[in-house]
């Protein structure tokens, strides 16, 4: 089965960096996204991995590793703003995006 | 980026009735539209893919009698929820395909439905 792995929730401080896991086992695979998604809100693109690096985006970075199954979402210079869950998820053989159960992540002062 | 946008943004209706939700893209062609549920504290949920002109591919265990996708034109699709019932209510997603180089989804606004 196609199977998407991040841990539940997360906290961490203001002005700190945090490091957000995801492995992943698929039919397939065309690409990794992280998406943001604030409480009562639709998620917004973050980020596209297809090949395996680091994606540096602002205070947002992706780093893929397709041999391994894995990637994580760094965050610098947190923010309260971003307090939100952040989903990972995978496009497989049939472009169909399989999604993470989300990690909430909880920003503190 | 694209605008994706879904209407109404909130519904409160009594069991039994239908609702429909729309989600049009605005600013772009979008030749596939999925559509999400997502319950509380829960993660996304494809509850079926719509393809303009074509029959939507539900996934198992979605009703296509209940969920009724129709997909008219290549900025619009809608789903109607017939015969709400209180365990229907939930937050629903529509997303629409860009055919780019990595196939991004953009989201619409998502619409909560509450059934009394």
């Known amino acids: 089965g196609q199977n998407i792995d991040q841990p539940t929730e997360m906290t961490a401080t203001e002005g700190a960096i945090v490091q957000i896991n995801c492995t992943y086992q698929?039919?397939?695979?065309?690409?990794l996204f992280w998406y943001q998604q604030h409480a009562g809100e639709a998620p917004t693109f973050l980020s596209y991995?297809?090949l395996d690096g680091l994606e540096e985006k602002g205070r947002f970075s992706s780093f893929l590793s397709r041999s391994k199954g894995y990637s994580y979402l760094l965050l610098k210079e947190l923010q309260m703003k971003d307090s939100a869950s952040y989903l990972c998820?995978?496009?497989?053989?049939?472009?169909?995006?399989?999604w993470g159960a989300g990690t909430k992540l909880i920003i503190k002062p | 980026g694209a605008v994706v946008s879904q209407h109404p943004s909130w519904v409160i209706c009594k069991s039994g009735t239908s609702v429909k939700i729309e989600c049009r893209s605005l600013?772009?062609?979008?030749?596939?539209m999925f559509w999400y549920r997502q319950f509380p504290k829960q993660s996304l949920m494809l509850m079926a893919t719509?393809?303009?002109?074509?029959?939507?591919?539900?996934e198992q265990g979605v009703e296509k009698d209940k969920f009724l996708i129709n997909h008219a034109s290549l900025t619009l699709s809608t789903l109607t929820v017939t015969s709400a019932h209180p365990e229907d209510s939930s937050f629903y997603i529509c997303?629409?395909?860009?055919?780019?180089?990595?196939?991004?989804?953009?989201f619409g606004p998502g619409t909560r439905l509450t059934v009394l």
């Open positions: 698929t039919s397939g695979f065309n690409g």
């Open positions: 998820a995978v496009m497989d053989s049939n472009y169909q995006l399989i």
């Open positions: 719509s393809n303009e002109g074509s029959k939507a591919t539900y």
């Open positions: 991995n297809v």
């Open positions: 997303s629409a395909r860009v055919l780019a180089d990595y196939n991004e989804q953009f």
């Open positions: 600013d772009f062609q979008a030749t596939t």
